[in-house]
C-alpha cells in the first residue's frame, strides 16, 4: 500500500505496519490508518475521479487502506443517493438540507461501508473466517458481504436484537449466537471466542480499517456537493466509529486539497443512551451509561471508540444533541412524510438531532446541513408501527370505507 504509512496509536502515538490483521496497540489505544497525502496527491484528482464508471466506496481506492491489486467486494456498497429536501428545510426552518441515505446499502445500513473492508482485509489476510458482536447492522452487513465473498461468518448480537436483523443473518447463513445480555456483554463474549479460536475481527474500533469503510460516506457526500462543504454534517453516534470515519474523510479531502474547509459535525444520541454526548457537555471524561432506547442500533452504554469519536466532535468544533425515544419516532415520521425516505430509529436519530437544534435556535436560517440517515426502516418494523401507527382495517365493504373516513376526518375531496 504505498498510499499508507503506517497505523498510529490514537492515545501513545506508537506505530505500526499496516498488516492486514492489524488491531489495537499494545497500550490498549486504537490506532488510526496514517497516510502519504503527498503520494495521493499525485494519484487522484477531481478530474480523475468524476471520470470513474464504479459506482461504489471502491471508487476512492486511492484513499482506502488496500492493496492495489485487491478487488473490490461482490456487493454494491456504497453511492447511496443524496437527496436535497426542500420541503423539510422549509419546516425546519434551514436554508439548505440533504438527506442521506444509507439505508439503501446492500444489507440496508452504514455498516455495509466497514464490513465490505473487513472482508476486503479478511481476504488479503488469507482468513476464511470473520466473527464480531453487534448490535445488529454491523452483523447483518458482515454476514452479506462474507456471504458473497464466500467467507465463513460467527456473530454475537444481544438477544434485543430486532427481528429483521436476525432474519438478514440467518439468511446470510451466519453462524449466529444471541447472547442473553446488554451489547456489552455480548462484545465480551465475542471477544473470547475471537481469542480463543484466531478468526479474523470485524468488532468496532478493534479493527482500524473498519472506520477507513466508513468514510466513504463523506467522501461521497463530498463528491456529491460538487466539493462544496455544509456548515454541518449530523449522524448518530453508538461507539463512536461512524462519526469518526466520517470525520476522517472530511480530513482526507481536505489534506489532499479537495475542499478548503470542515464542516462542523452534529452527533445525535438517544437520551436513554449518550455517554460520549454527555462527555462533551460535561467536558469530563466519558462513563458508561444504560443502554436505554429503543434506537437499538445506538444503544451502546460503553462505547468502544470514544478517543476516535470524542476527537472528531471537538476537533470539528461540532455540537451535540440528545434525543428523547419519542423525537426520534417524530422524525421517523417527518423523513417518512416529506422524503419517502424510511429509516430504522437509529437511522433518523440524526435528523431528530437536527429538527431539535432548529427548534432550540442553535442553527437556523443561514444553516446548510446534511444529515445521515444510517439505516434502513424496514430493519426494525415493530418500531415503525409504534411511531406512525395501524391503518384502516376494514372488510371490502365501500359503505364502511365511507364511515373510516368520516370516523378519522379523512376529506377526500380536500
Ligand atoms: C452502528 C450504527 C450507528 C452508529 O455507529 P457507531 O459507529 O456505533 O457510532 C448509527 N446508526 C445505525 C443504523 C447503525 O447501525
Ligand atoms: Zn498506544
Redesign the pocket.
Given at each position: 500500500m504505498k498510499n499508507v504509512l503506517y497505523g498510529k496509536c490514537v492515545k501513545c502515538g506508537k506505530t505500526y505496519e499496516a498488516t492486514p490483521d492489524l488491531t489495537t496497540c499494545e497500550c490498549g489505544g486504537i490506532l488510526d490508518i496514517t497516510y502519504d497525502y503527498d503520494y495521493i496527491k499525485t494519484q487522484l484528482t477531481k478530474e480523475k475521479l468524476a471520470a470513474r464508471q464504479e459506482r461504489t466506496m471502491w471508487r476512492y481506492r486511492e484513499l482506502l487502506p488496500i492493496e492495489e491489486t485487491t478487488e473490490p467486494t461482490p456487493l454494491r456498497v456504497g453511492w447511496s443517493p443524496l437527496y436535497e429536501e426542500p420541503r423539510l428545510a422549509e419546516k425546519l426552518g434551514l436554508k439548505r438540507l440533504w438527506v442521506k441515505d444509507d439505508g439503501q446499502n446492500p444489507t440496508a445500513?452504514?455498516?455495509d461501508r466497514a464490513s465490505a473492508m473487513a472482508v476486503a482485509k479478511a481476504r488479503e489476510a488469507g482468513a476464511k473466517v470473520i466473527a464480531c458482536s453487534s448490535?445488529g447492522?454491523?452483523a447483518s452487513s458482515l454476514a452479506g458481504n462474507a456471504a458473497a465473498a464466500g467467507l465463513k461468518t460467527y456473530i454475537f448480537v444481544p438477544s434485543r436484537a430486532p427481528k429483521g436483523k436476525v432474519a438478514q443473518l440467518m439468511t446470510f447463513g451466519a453462524t449466529v449466537i444471541s447472547v442473553q445480555g446488554s451489547y456489552e456483554d455480548t462484545f465480551e463474549l465475542s471477544k473470547q471466542a475471537i481469542d480463543k479460536w484466531g478468526w479474523y475481527n470485524r468488532n468496532?474500533a478493534i479493527n482500524p480499517y473498519l472506520s477507513e469503510g466508513k468514510k466513504t460516506v463523506s467522501l461521497e457526500i463530498m463528491e456529491q456537493l460538487n466539493w462544496e462543504v455544509p456548515d454541518y454534517i449530523a449522524i448518530?453516534?453508538?461507539?463512536?466509529?461512524?462519526?469518526a470515519g466520517l470525520w476522517k474523510g472530511l480530513k482526507d479531502l481536505y489534506a489532499i486539497g479537495f475542499i478548503d474547509k470542515l464542516p462542523r459535525l452534529i452527533s445525535a444520541q438517544a437520551e436513554g443512551c449518550c455517554p460520549l454526548n454527555r462527555a462533551i457537555a460535561t467536558g469530563e471524561d466519558w462513563y458508561p451509561m444504560e443502554e436505554n432506547t429503543l434506537a437499538d442500533?445506538?444503544a451502546?452504554g460503553v462505547p468502544r471508540?470514544a478517543d476516535k469519536?470524542l476527537m472528531a466532535i471537538r476537533e470539528s468544533n461540532g455540537l451535540v444533541v440528545n434525543v428523547s425515544d419519542e423525537e426520534i419516532m417524530a422524525a421517523q415520521k417527518l423523513l417518512g412524510m416529506t422524503c419517502g425516505v424510511f429509516g430504522?430509529p437509529?437511522?433518523v436519530t440524526g435528523t431528530a438531532g437536527v429538527k431539535k437544534l432548529c427548534e432550540q435556535g442553535v442553527i437556523g436560517k443561514n444553516d446548510t446541513v446534511v444529515s445521515v440517515v444510517?439505516?434502513n426502516g424496514l430493519k426494525d418494523v415493530a418500531n415503525a408501527i409504534k411511531a406512525c401507527g395501524e391503518p384502516i382495517s376494514i372488510p371490502s365493504n365501500m359503505d364502511l370505507l365511507l364511515k373510516a373516513f368520516d370516523e378519522k376526518g379523512i376529506d377526500v375531496e380536500a
Amino acid at each position: 500500500m504505498k498510499n499508507v504509512l503506517y497505523g498510529k496509536c490514537v492515545k501513545c502515538g506508537k506505530t505500526y505496519e499496516a498488516t492486514p490483521d492489524l488491531t489495537t496497540c499494545e497500550c490498549g489505544g486504537i490506532l488510526d490508518i496514517t497516510y502519504d497525502y503527498d503520494y495521493i496527491k499525485t494519484q487522484l484528482t477531481k478530474e480523475k475521479l468524476a471520470a470513474r464508471q464504479e459506482r461504489t466506496m471502491w471508487r476512492y481506492r486511492e484513499l482506502l487502506p488496500i492493496e492495489e491489486t485487491t478487488e473490490p467486494t461482490p456487493l454494491r456498497v456504497g453511492w447511496s443517493p443524496l437527496y436535497e429536501e426542500p420541503r423539510l428545510a422549509e419546516k425546519l426552518g434551514l436554508k439548505r438540507l440533504w438527506v442521506k441515505d444509507d439505508g439503501q446499502n446492500p444489507t440496508a445500513s452504514l455498516k455495509d461501508r466497514a464490513s465490505a473492508m473487513a472482508v476486503a482485509k479478511a481476504r488479503e489476510a488469507g482468513a476464511k473466517v470473520i466473527a464480531c458482536s453487534s448490535t445488529g447492522n454491523a452483523a447483518s452487513s458482515l454476514a452479506g458481504n462474507a456471504a458473497a465473498a464466500g467467507l465463513k461468518t460467527y456473530i454475537f448480537v444481544p438477544s434485543r436484537a430486532p427481528k429483521g436483523k436476525v432474519a438478514q443473518l440467518m439468511t446470510f447463513g451466519a453462524t449466529v449466537i444471541s447472547v442473553q445480555g446488554s451489547y456489552e456483554d455480548t462484545f465480551e463474549l465475542s471477544k473470547q471466542a475471537i481469542d480463543k479460536w484466531g478468526w479474523y475481527n470485524r468488532n468496532a474500533a478493534i479493527n482500524p480499517y473498519l472506520s477507513e469503510g466508513k468514510k466513504t460516506v463523506s467522501l461521497e457526500i463530498m463528491e456529491q456537493l460538487n466539493w462544496e462543504v455544509p456548515d454541518y454534517i449530523a449522524i448518530s453516534v453508538g461507539d463512536g466509529c461512524t462519526i469518526a470515519g466520517l470525520w476522517k474523510g472530511l480530513k482526507d479531502l481536505y489534506a489532499i486539497g479537495f475542499i478548503d474547509k470542515l464542516p462542523r459535525l452534529i452527533s445525535a444520541q438517544a437520551e436513554g443512551c449518550c455517554p460520549l454526548n454527555r462527555a462533551i457537555a460535561t467536558g469530563e471524561d466519558w462513563y458508561p451509561m444504560e443502554e436505554n432506547t429503543l434506537a437499538d442500533s445506538i444503544a451502546v452504554g460503553v462505547p468502544r471508540n470514544a478517543d476516535k469519536a470524542l476527537m472528531a466532535i471537538r476537533e470539528s468544533n461540532g455540537l451535540v444533541v440528545n434525543v428523547s425515544d419519542e423525537e426520534i419516532m417524530a422524525a421517523q415520521k417527518l423523513l417518512g412524510m416529506t422524503c419517502g425516505v424510511f429509516g430504522e430509529p437509529a437511522g433518523v436519530t440524526g435528523t431528530a438531532g437536527v429538527k431539535k437544534l432548529c427548534e432550540q435556535g442553535v442553527i437556523g436560517k443561514n444553516d446548510t446541513v446534511v444529515s445521515v440517515v444510517t439505516g434502513n426502516g424496514l430493519k426494525d418494523v415493530a418500531n415503525a408501527i409504534k411511531a406512525c401507527g395501524e391503518p384502516i382495517s376494514i372488510p371490502s365493504n365501500m359503505d364502511l370505507l365511507l364511515k373510516a373516513f368520516d370516523e378519522k376526518g379523512i376529506d377526500v375531496e380536500a
